[in-house]
């Protein structure tokens, strides 16, 4: 971070100075020494002295009192006092107290403390379905919603860098820039399509092939691997990160929402599990040079359930839009086909629905813990399927026409209901974000990241000391768009930025 201007030495002859005075002591530190420190610039200046203005002068001994006091004169006269007044204002400048004063030019409260979760990791990992930490929503669960939501992050960072599916790096990896050093990304996971455009559509537009490719970097795979990270969290955490819809075909298999089963077998006594058809398509078609996206992390996470075998592993799905979707599908097939499967849990932000109720049971009876952030004004959460509240859906479900309600279940081809335990936001409690924001700022990931930060309680204002600010990761956003590689991708970075530069409130 630049913090200001530098002070060249060599513009030292244009200061005024005491004749015959080649060097002078300030409180025991040397003249020349001390020139040579930043001298900072207005803004900075001004912080600074409200900083350190109730700080006394260093005092000396009484055999230098007679050097300082000639020396005094020539500090008034370069005036250095009014730009730095305390020698403890240089000592702030070192490195080791970079981070301190970031933190003081930022004026931006902490993040919510990342606190050992060592004996209560289980709970905050969803044994009880998160009873009694949503609402008020749980300073250590805002904390590690947080964190999951920046591994997603990484993952569209990732993508929009390079959203060309090349043959060789199938095999080498990606690069990701992951916000959490402690973790290590040991798998690329890949999605296809089940359809394909016409080849003359590439050639039309040959720049643009990465939308219409078939198979597209999704997301990854990750592992802990630093002690004292394991030992804060009590266990040994396997990340799985998918993005949501960013190419073409993409959005073709978004809108095929009819329910299909996810099982040949149907136990007539109960409701058939079913999904989107377009999702389990992304899911299970394999590419031509890569796997399925099931094929790959089921086999991925079994080899890191060896590797770590006797150790305390848990598995965490985090994934936002289309990537909240292929979470549950994720879930689902990790409980199915791998063995000595750890705890798992799914954290999702915008998630459609994606199931039937039989899928919703499913998930249930194998133990998948789900956890949904859920925007108020997104309406991507209310679709596809009818638009019935999850709320009158259980009502019926525990009256007298549950029967009737599982034979329509397994004849409608849009009967959808949401899977898991939910914590909702609301776009309108922000101070920061319009009220009447268009549904792209509702629905994106940086809003919802903003709103889990200042979310304290269904009946409480938004927090006053959040942190996440938007106008910091709009700047970050655009910033980006100057390190991409593809124009297509600074396209829809930039697109992205001015997209929640206009969901912003006006300052009051």
């Given amino acids: 971070m630049q913090i200001g201007s530098t002070f060249s030495v060599h513009n030292l002859h244009s200061l005024p100075t005491t004749a015959g ?130 591994f997603i992050q990484a993952a569209y960072h990732c993508f929009y860098s390079n959203p060309v599916t090349l043959t060789d790096e199938v095999t080498s990896g990606r690069h990701v820039a992951l916000p959490d050093r402690s973790y290590r990304v040991t798998k690329s996971l890949y999605a296809t399509s089940s359809i394909g455009f016409p080849k003359w559509v590439d050639d039309v537009a040959p720049d643009h092939g990465w939308m219409t490719q078939r198979s597209s970097w999704v997301g990854y795979v990750a592992v802990c691997e630093d002690k004292r990270e394991i030992q804060r969290m009590g266990r040994r955490d396997i990340i799985i990160a998918l993005r949501g819809t960013a190419t073409c075909l993409e959005w073709a298999e978004n809108c095929k929402s009819l329910l299909i089963p996810i099982e040949k077998e149907n136990d007539p006594a109960s409701v058939q599990p079913k999904v989107e058809c377009g999702f389990l398509d992304l899911f299970k078609t394999p590419g031509a040079n890569v796997p399925s996206l099931a094929e790959s992390v089921v086999e991925e996470v079994q080899r890191l359930i060896d590797k770590y075998k006797g150790e305390t592993l848990s598995i965490t799905i985090t994934g936002h839009s289309l990537g909240a979707a292929l979470a549950l599908l994720v879930g689902d097939e990790l409980s199915r086909c791998t063995q000595s499967t750890p705890p798992v849990a799914i954290f999702s932000f915008g998630g459609p629905r994606v199931g039937n109720r039989g899928f919703a049971n499913t998930i249930r009876s194998r133990h998948v813990k789900v956890l949904r952030v859920v925007n108020s004004q997104d309406v991507i959460t209310r679709i596809p399927g009818m638009f ?6 259980m009502k019926v479900e525990d009256s007298r026409a549950a029967k009737f309600l599982n034979m329509l279940d397994n004849i409608m081809p849009w009967a959808y209901v949401h899977v898991g335990s939910e914590l909702r936001v609301d776009t309108r409690t922000s101070p920061y974000l319009k009220s009447n924001a268009d549904v792209a700022c509702c629905h994106d990931l940086e809003s919802y990241l903003h709103l889990v930060d200042g979310f304290l309680a269904s009946n409480c204002p938004f927090r006053a000391n959040a942190k996440r600010s938007l106008l910091k990761l709009i700047n970050e956003q655009r910033s980006n768009v100057k390190r991409l590689h593809t124009s297509k991708a600074n396209l829809n970075l930039e697109t992205d930025a001015m997209s929640l530069h206009g969901c912003l409130s006006s300052p009051s």
């Fill in 21 to 150: 005075r080649s060097s002078f002591w300030c409180s025991g530190l040397r003249s020349n020494s001390f020139m040579r420190r930043p001298v900072q610039s207005q803004n900075v200046k001004s912080i600074l002295q409200s900083k350190h203005s109730d700080l006394e002068p260093v005092q000396k001994g009484s055999n230098n009192r007679s050097l300082g006091d000639k020396a005094k004169g020539l500090m008034d006269r370069l005036k250095l006092s009014s730009v730095w007044p305390e020698m403890k204002a240089a000592e702030e400048m070192s490195p080791r107290h970079l981070i301190r004063l970031q933190r003081l030019l930022s004026k931006s409260p902490e993040y919510s403390p990342r606190n050992n979760l060592g004996s209560r990791w289980r709970e905050y990992h969803g044994k009880d379905d998160w009873s009694g930490l949503l609402d008020p929503l749980d300073e250590n669960l805002r904390r590690e919603l947080v964190r999951y939501g920046e």
């Fill in 388 to 393: 019935v509240s999850e709320e009158l859906d």
